[in-house]
């Protein structure tokens, strides 16, 4: 059981790569991106975990109670935000793109398609 | 005096924060102008801030605590509750150098966006501030934050013209950079697993007392795969040609002059700070970096050589550069990182004229086309002048400072591969830019060979700009390029030799090479401009022969995200090997 | 290259990769058994020292307070670039045209309904600004409870539609909200530095433990932060409605 955790970051990671690489949609490609980054909460939760642990909120149990790493934590938020901001500014972008190339099929879409 | 530099050191990064929030605040009512000045004058404030800081540090770095949370207050060895800033002397130097590009991209985009309310200017400030904190921080999750705040506003930037080309230019460059920052993140988790905290030197300490790791050695694939995306080293480096071509001219010119070589500077302080004791990974760094940094050189340079669109085969020129500023950073000696330091800023100051004067040719004629500008530039003479010094420069000509950061990365390595790929790289670039200059200005042409059938566009940018506000920059910054570098050359030896103590065995040889080098950028594209059309069949055959490399290269580099993405995987899985074959 | 291809390479490299996973994943420290020396003192030090209950707000605005200005300063970029992209050609004014699909059925919206999303906004507002305000005490803290304040406007645009949407909300307000929050937190880390601290150094009385006024400089930090992520996402979120805006006349099409 205690590599499980392990294994699903790889394997998030894994079907994230995947995904993006068979996309044939922008928008499809920009939710795989989303599902790599989700490897990396599971990641930073899971090198906090500590068996028997609480929350690192000491309000209803005193300080000094056993509790999980509160920094990953801290690092797990940074991370939302980040997701949260790229993908609105990849979700925009590919707005822009399919106005003005009126599709979102990555195999189509390159910029400066060369002379030939 | 040290008491105010550690008071002063969070400024390089509050103040244009600071600066770029105020905009934001008062955006909508703003004069038009204000936006243009205000951050014309920060950006030379932070140039004078830094380069204070770089003097100061000579003495020692500068370590300032953020909320007075220094190593001392855990009470325990080996706990650093709180982040910090180190200033030393090269860090600073490279701070004040790219606060100085800004300020240069900021002349020359005078008057360039006037549409939206101070956008653009908001952007570069945070930018700015990003690449400042990348630079003086000590903590790795707060660098991952930098890189990551620098190639949000890197993303929003190339986006800003809004054409076809440059959304799908800048969605590559998002996706790409994007999965290079998740990578990082599991990285620097993977480190903190291990040693169990962030501060790059706490964290050295511990990496040198431990046995060799896959932990560790992963985190630092990981976080190098981030880098040298950002970096644009071979095979992370599509990105960036598509990015670089279809960004607005002044945002080219911080792309190319200072934003990919951070992405270097940010892997050396790493590798020379935090894992310059693990056996392992310094064996990666030696072979597989040097040989990335071989690979980079040569495709890099091969790829300019055959481009037609200006502003591409600039692009390519530059990661030809970085493969060569990797050579430097691969040798992990006191010689390499003063090569670096020198390379990043005449590259940079190189780098950052050429795109101005492609932003210039932009401006005036509306193409970024070589071929298309066929002699059209003769109006614009000074500019053309301007484009051939930076191309001979590019491509050896013995004086100023890239010349003597190559004599120092040839001194730094040893071996002949990464002496021939110094030689291919900046032969094959200069020849690029003097080929395209005397194309443009003069009106001298052979019949065009691959360049014919690479990929072009149209472009404009804004026109009703005077000519003298942009060329003032470019001359600007080729002057302090021609510079003789003996001015620098005890700070630059002071700066390097405070990162890696570190010398290199002492080599000849490096100015015969330059030498070659520059000879051949001055025959190669005179070649070219005595090509006559094949009609011969043998010539035909020589010919079709001749373009068969660059049509593959061509093919390759298809334009399409997806296929960026198996590249970028392809790196990463070799450099796993080069670390499981060792 | 075409998918086929991409996959013929993408097999053989996640199998290498795969298998330094598996080598890594056999080395880390063993689940729940955390070495992380750093959260662990950072737990027992943070009560003492700060006086706040939630260890990870005061790793966030106190610890490594810089790093959230990072942050922060990466949302407003990110929103920054994605209004600009957005906004493009379209302009910042014209408000006429509510987004409608021409030929679909339009129910009049009934007094029930519009009642109900108002009196919801307004307690989803209040439940984000009561999240944000207790982030030192309780889970939450300025970007959970800014997300969610910021979210009771989309309640006003589903109850009211678009016209009530456009006249309460408006853009270069929103745009000062973000400015004026991301100041603020520059400001905190400024003024101390100017009085000879150490840049965000908690000078402020501490306040009382459970307390909403606990940590010092952390309120004032959290709520800055609070104001520019309501202004940063409601900006998004009008940006992104206004998309569904049918357009005055044909859009100039300047590169087709």
């Known amino acids: 059981m205690s590599v499980l955790a392990w294994c699903v970051v790889a394997w998030l990671l894994g079907i994230g790569v995947y995904g993006m690489v068979t996309s044939r949609n922008y928008v499809h490609l920009i939710g795989c991106l989303s599902v790599c980054q989700s490897a990396t909460y599971v990641l930073l939760l899971g090198i906090g975990f500590r068996w028997g642990a609480g929350p690192p909120i000491f309000y209803d149990h005193p300080p000094g109670t056993p509790a999980v790493d509160p920094v990953v934590q801290a690092f797990v938020l940074t991370d939302i935000v980040v997701s949260a901001a790229m993908t609105a500014l990849l979700l925009a972008i590919a707005l822009q793109v399919h106005k003005k190339r009126g599709t979102l099929d990555t195999q189509h879409l390159r910029p400066l398609r060369p002379t030939e | 005096m040290t008491a105010l530099a550690v008071q002063l050191a969070p400024l390089g990064v509050l103040l244009p924060l600071g600066v770029a929030f105020l905009l934001l605040a008062l955006a909508h009512w703003l004069p038009p102008r204000t936006a243009d000045v205000t951050a014309l004058i920060f950006s030379l404030i932070l140039v004078g801030l830094c380069g204070w800081l770089a003097s100061r540090a000579l003495h020692g770095p500068i370590v300032h605590w953020f909320g007075a949370w220094s190593p001392a207050v855990s009470g325990k060895p080996r706990v650093v509750l709180g982040i910090g800033f180190s200033v030393d002397p090269a860090s600073a130097a490279v701070a004040a150098f790219c606060a100085l590009i800004f300020a240069a991209s900021f002349v020359f985009a005078w008057g360039y966006f006037d549409k939206v309310h101070a956008h653009f200017h908001i952007l570069m400030l945070l930018f700015l501030a990003a690449m400042i904190g990348f630079c003086f921080t000590r903590d790795l999750f707060n660098l991952f934050v930098w890189f990551e705040l620098m190639s949000m506003a890197a993303f929003a930037l190339t986006a800003y013209p809004l054409e076809k080309s440059s959304?799908?230019?800048?969605?590559?460059?998002?996706?790409?950079?994007?999965?290079?920052?998740?990578?990082?993140?599991?990285?620097?988790?993977?480190?903190?697993?291990?040693?169990?905290?962030?501060?790059?030197?706490?964290?050295?300490?511990?990496?040198?007392?431990?046995?060799?790791?896959?932990?560790?050695?992963?985190?630092?694939?990981?976080?190098?795969?981030?880098?040298?995306?950002?970096?644009?080293?071979?095979?992370?480096?599509?990105?960036?040609?598509?990015?670089?071509?279809?960004?607005?001219?002044?945002?080219?010119?911080?792309?190319?002059?200072?934003?990919?070589?951070?992405?270097?500077?940010?892997?050396?302080?790493?590798?020379?700070?935090?894992?310059?004791?693990?056996?392992?990974?310094?064996?990666?760094?030696?072979?597989?970096?040097?040989?990335?940094g071989i690979a980079t050189a040569i495709v890099g340079g091969l790829m300019a050589w055959a481009q037609r669109h200006l502003k591409r085969l600039l692009a390519f020129s530059t990661i030809s550069h970085l493969g060569i500023m990797l050579l430097a950073v691969a040798a992990v000696n006191s010689t390499g990182v003063k090569g670096f330091l020198l390379y990043f800023v005449g590259h940079g100051l190189v780098k950052g004229t050429l795109f101005m004067v492609a932003g210039i040719l932009l401006a005036r004629?509306?193409?970024?086309?070589?071929?298309?500008?066929?002699?059209?530039?003769?109006?614009?003479?000074?500019?053309?002048?301007?484009?051939?010094?930076?191309?001979?420069?590019?491509?050896?000509?013995?004086?100023?400072?890239?010349?003597?950061?190559?004599?120092?990365?040839?001194?730094?390595?040893?071996?002949?591969?990464?002496?021939?790929?110094?030689?291919?790289?900046?032969?094959?670039?200069?020849?690029?830019?003097?080929?395209?200059?005397?194309?443009?200005?003069?009106?001298?042409?052979?019949?065009?060979?691959?360049?014919?059938?690479?990929?072009?566009?149209?472009?404009?940018?804004?026109?009703?700009?005077?000519?003298?506000?942009?060329?003032?920059?470019?001359?600007?910054?080729?002057?302090?390029?021609?510079?003789?570098?003996?001015?620098?050359?005890?700070?630059?030896?002071?700066?390097?030799?405070?990162?890696?103590?570190?010398?290199?065995?002492?080599?000849?040889?490096?100015?015969?090479?330059?030498?070659?080098?520059?000879?051949?950028?001055?025959?190669?594209p005179a070649a070219s401009l005595l090509r006559q059309r094949a009609t011969r069949r043998w010539a035909r055959v020589a010919a079709r022969i001749e373009t068969l490399p660059f049509r593959a290269l061509h093919r390759l580099h298809s334009g399409r995200v997806t296929d960026y993405i198996v590249w970028m995987m392809v790196g990463l899985a070799v450099m796993a090997s080069v670390l499981r074959l060792r | 290259m075409t998918t086929r291809w991409r996959l013929i390479v993408l097999v053989p490299v996640l199998l290498v990769l795969g298998t330094a996973a598996t080598e890594i994943i056999l080395t880390l420290p063993s689940f729940g058994h955390p070495l992380t020396r750093y959260g662990m003192t950072v737990n027992t030090l943070a009560p003492a020292l700060r006086n706040v209950s939630n260890a990870v707000t005061s790793v966030m605005y106190d610890f490594r307070g810089i790093d959230t200005l990072?942050?922060?300063?990466?949302?407003?970029?990110?929103?920054?670039?994605?209004?600009?992209?957005?906004?493009?050609?379209?302009?910042?004014?014209?408000?006429?045209?509510?987004?409608?699909?021409?030929?679909?059925?339009?129910?009049?919206?009934?007094?029930?309904?519009?009642?109900?999303?108002?009196?919801?906004?307004?307690?989803?507002?209040?439940?984000?600004?009561?999240?944000?305000?207790?982030?030192?005490?309780?889970?939450?803290?300025?970007?959970?409870?800014?997300?969610?304040?910021?979210?009771?406007?989309?309640?006003?645009y589903l109850g009211g539609g678009y016209m009530v949407w456009r006249r309460m909300l408006h853009s270069p307000v929103l745009v000062a909200l973000e400015g004026v929050g991301g100041l603020a937190y520059v400001l905190c880390a400024a003024v101390p530095l100017a009085f000879g601290y150490s840049a965000l150094q908690n000078v402020l009385p501490l306040g009382n433990w459970k307390d909403l006024y606990s940590g010092g400089l952390m309120v004032i930090i959290n709520i800055a932060v609070g104001i520019a992520v309501i202004g940063s996402f409601a900006a998004l979120l009008l940006e992104f409605m206004e998309e569904t805006r049918v357009p005055k006349g044909p859009v100039a099409e300047e590169d087709t």
């Open chain 3, 70 to 156: 990072g942050e922060e300063s990466m949302l407003i970029c990110a929103v920054t670039a994605a209004v600009m992209l957005l906004r493009g050609r379209r302009g910042e004014d014209g408000n006429e045209q509510a987004g409608r699909v021409s030929g679909r059925a339009w129910a009049e919206r009934s007094d029930a309904m519009v009642l109900m999303c108002r009196l919801f906004a307004t307690m989803l507002f209040l439940f984000g600004v009561y999240v944000v305000l207790h982030g030192t005490v309780t889970p939450g803290g300025g970007f959970q409870g800014g997300v969610i304040a910021a979210s009771s406007f989309t309640l006003l």
């Open chain 2, 365 to 524: 004629f509306n193409s970024i086309d070589e071929l298309e500008l066929y002699g059209k530039g003769k109006g614009v003479w000074p500019a053309g002048i301007v484009m051939g010094l930076a191309g001979l420069l590019l491509g050896g000509l013995p004086w100023g400072i890239l010349h003597e950061a190559t004599d120092h990365v040839h001194k730094a390595g040893h071996g002949m591969a990464p002496v021939i790929a110094i030689v291919v790289g900046t032969s094959l670039t200069g020849a690029a830019v003097l080929r395209a200059a005397l194309r443009i200005f003069p009106g001298w042409s052979g019949v065009p060979g691959i360049e014919f059938v690479s990929p072009t566009e149209r472009e404009r940018e804004q026109q009703d700009r005077p000519l003298w506000l942009m060329l003032l920059p470019c001359v600007v910054l080729l002057a302090i390029a021609l510079l003789p570098p003996g001015l620098v050359e005890s700070f630059t030896h002071d700066a390097a030799t405070g990162l890696i103590s570190k010398t290199a065995e002492p080599s000849g040889g490096g100015t015969i090479m330059t030498a070659i080098a520059f000879a051949l950028t001055i025959l190669i």
């Open chain 2, 167 to 292: 959304l799908e230019g800048a969605f590559n460059f998002t996706v790409t950079n994007a999965l290079g920052s998740y990578l990082m993140l599991a990285g620097v988790a993977l480190l903190y697993a291990r040693t169990g905290t962030l501060d790059f030197v706490t964290m050295g300490r511990i990496i040198a007392h431990g046995a060799p790791d896959p932990v560790i050695a992963g985190g630092f694939c990981l976080i190098a795969a981030a880098l040298l995306t950002k970096a644009a080293i071979v095979p992370f480096h599509m990105w960036l040609s598509d990015a670089h071509a279809v960004a607005p001219s002044p945002v080219s010119v911080i792309f190319s002059g200072v934003m990919v070589g951070l992405g270097l500077f940010g892997l050396l302080k790493l590798i020379a700070i935090v894992f310059a004791a693990d056996a392992q990974i310094m064996a990666l760094v030696h072979i597989g970096l040097l040989w990335l």
